[in-house]
């Protein structure tokens, strides 16, 4: 057995009676489409020549039909005599090859299953799960299930997805960005509850039937199910290599690979009719299946592994897309790992460093024209608690900075830079929250806390704020933004709508209602954290968040300050029972705000302290200084 080597490798080149298996798999390339045109024709691949039923020595080049006929009886399947030998250009020389007509028929298998519904509820592969491990039931909302692969990451960006079929993830009736549910819809249809990611990327042709998504409601767990492997590299099968494949409906069945370079043509239904290469895999004698069956409808999309001295590695060779039809003879088809691999851009395991930047400008204190310093302890417990990493307690991104705090996890203080004038549009689409790599993993609260409940993870500077400069800056920014070190628990009606819309919008508010000098604006923000702040899954999650924002309008010298405040208490308190009572912002004294954070907010420049407000007529200072509470975007400004 040759050694298998990772990435997308190529086939040991073997001559075959005078032929190279580069050569043959180069014919098939180039003339399968022509003959897949005939209806009767199912696939061309290469495997050995079969005699009364079992295989010889000798390399053919292989047709499977959907009926095999006598001559005579062609002309009624509108089928052509396929040629007893084909005739192969291999480098300067000439080679005829003897062919073989085999009946075999395939279907991709996430359409139909039928399963028992005590099987159903009793395998663990068919619930939802926490972590998600490939192996397990996946799928579409409109289809019914499928096999969730291995996880795989993107080769530019890092970020970890699950891989399985077009036909699982996407179908006819997907849309990149779906939501993706764990498990099918098939084993349980409560979708809304069982939203589990969105789909990513996605390809059906001769590359392969392949799709990834994001996990981003749960954890992700690489261990395949049953295996106890994860998928570290990607090999090229070779007739004869021992894979075994763990699936959502037959479990763990092993194989053999009987034909290399398969085009097959397969029937998508109402996406019609599509070429998928691949190769063919036929049942392991020496560790048969449970009822003889390798795979069955709902193992679409499983991994298949190789197998090395009986035991799986970590190279996966295939990607599980289709099996036989009805009763004929047991096997089954994957798509090249390499193919779906380049296709998708994704890579078995992360690249060295992939979302580490060296460069990171951090918050630019004279950003305004004049000092406006990040936020300093102003007490002693503060102070103590803010996390040091070799000596440094303040650390930066990609147009924004922070300060940890040991004891809760989270930021203490986040501040950031906003240019209006020069704000990109990126899409978030594919970027994972992470743990900042920089830092002790143990001093981030990371996906622990966020799964399988109503909290979100709540970007403390915004991401769309953070996306100025030039395009590679602002792409920089996007990733940075995603760490857990810039992420607070906020509960899902905060985050997502309500009052949320307002606490979002009041940089925007800002722009609109105020002709700021050079459209840029300066902001801090983070949570107050309070002994009485509930714990949750061993988090303490704080109640209430505070920001400040600054910025000079034009023609004035002086700089504008203007604090806020969010309360989410109820909400926090309602987090189990889901009950959802107001929340409110509260434009509040930054003296105040200083007050409840423990944090010093200074001017610089020589001025006084900036304005809390701008004055209204007949308004006196202390009526303008007092809290109120703000109830619209409209009111922000006063």
């Not at 199912?42 to 010889?56: L, M, N, Q, R």
């Not at 592969?125 to 996880?151: L, Y």
Request: with cysteine; glycine share 10%.
């Amino acid at each position: 057995m040759p050694t298998k080597k990772s990435g997308k490798t190529k086939t040991t080149e073997k001559s075959t009676k005078g032929v190279s298996m580069e050569a043959l798999r180069d014919f098939v390339r180039k003339e399968a489409s022509g003959y897949l045109k005939q209806p009767n024709v199912t696939s061309v691949g290469v495997g050995y020549k079969i005699t009364d039923g079992k295989p010889t020595p000798e390399i053919s080049i292989q047709f499977t039909v959907g009926r095999k006929v006598a001559p005579e009886a062609l002309e009624a399947l509108d089928a052509a005599e396929l040629p007893k030998t084909v005739t192969i250009r291999d480098g300067d020389a000439t080679v005829t090859v003897p062919t073989d007509v085999i009946e075999r028929t395939f279907e991709v298998g996430a359409k139909a299953i039928a399963m028992p519904e005590r099987l159903v509820e009793a395998s663990p592969r068919k619930s939802a799960v926490n972590p998600v491990s490939p192996g397990v039931s996946i799928g579409h909302p409109t289809i019914s299930a499928g096999t969730a692969g291995c996880v795989v990451y993107d080769a530019k960006t890092g970020a970890p997805y699950i891989l399985s079929n077009w036909h699982v993830l996407n179908g006819s009736a997907g849309k990149v960005g779906d939501d993706i549910v764990q498990p099918g819809r098939h084993d349980d249809n409560r979708v809304e509850q069982n939203i589990a990611g969105k789909l990513v990327r996605s390809h059906l042709g001769v590359a392969g039937d392949c799709a990834i998504a994001t996990i981003d409601r749960r954890r992700l767990s690489s261990a395949i199910l049953e295996l106890g492997v994860e998928v570290k590299e990607i090999g090229e099968p070779e007739l004869g290599d021992r894979v075994v494949k763990s699936g959502r409906t037959t479990d763990v069945t092993y194989g053999i690979v009987r034909r290399v370079h398969v085009v097959t043509k397969i029937n998508y239904g109402d996406a019609g009719e599509h070429e998928i290469g691949g190769f063919e895999i036929g049942p392991d004698p020496d560790r048969p299946a449970r009822n003889g069956e390798i795979s069955m409808g709902g193992d679409s999309g499983s991994a298949w592994v190789f197998l090395r001295q009986g035991r799986p590695t970590g190279m996966m060779l295939g990607l599980h897309f289709a099996g036989e039809v009805g009763d004929e003879p047991e096997h089954a088809l994957a798509c090249y790992a390499g193919s779906v691999f380049e296709k998708l851009g994704i890579l078995p395991a992360p690249a060295e460093h992939p979302v580490v930047e060296t460069v990171r400008e951090g918050y630019d204190s004279r950003f305004l024209g004049v000092e406006i310093p990040a936020p300093a302890p102003a007490r002693a417990d503060v102070q103590n608690d803010l996390l040091s990493v070799s000596g440094e307690t303040v650390f930066d991104y990609t147009h924004f900075s922070l300060a940890m705090s040991k004891v809760r996890k989270f930021a203490r203080w986040v501040a950031w830079n906003i240019d209006g004038g020069s704000i990109k549009r990126i899409s978030r689409r594919g970027i994972p929250f992470r743990k900042d790599p920089n830092l002790p993993a143990d001093a981030q609260v990371g996906d622990e806390l966020y799964s399988g409940n109503s909290l979100d993870r709540g970007h403390i500077a915004r991401r769309q704020d953070l996306l100025w400069g030039t395009q590679a800056e602002a792409a920089r920014a996007n990733k940075d933004s995603f760490f857990f070190t810039n992420i607070t628990p906020q509960h899902e009606a905060f985050n997502q709508s309500g009052a949320g819309g307002i606490w979002g919008s009041l940089e925007n508010a800002i722009f609109s209602d105020v002709e700021v000098e050079n459209l840029k604006v300066s902001v801090m923000g983070g949570p107050i954290f309070s002994d009485s702040d509930p714990t949750y899954r061993g988090v303490q999650l704080p109640k209430d968040f505070w920001k400040i924002i600054y910025f000079k309008e034009a023609g004035q010298a002086s700089v504008t300050a203007k604090g806020y405040v969010l309360s989410q208490k109820d909400l926090i308190s309602g987090l189990e029972a889901l009950e959802l009572p107001e929340f409110a912002v509260y434009e509040v004294p930054i003296s105040q705000i200083s007050e409840m954070t423990g944090l010093a907010f200074q001017a610089g420049s020589g001025e006084a302290a900036p304005r809390g407000s701008r004055r209204r007529r007949r308004e006196s200072l202390e009526e303008v200084t007092a809290i109120r509470r703000i109830s619209s975007v409209s009111e922000v400004l006063g």
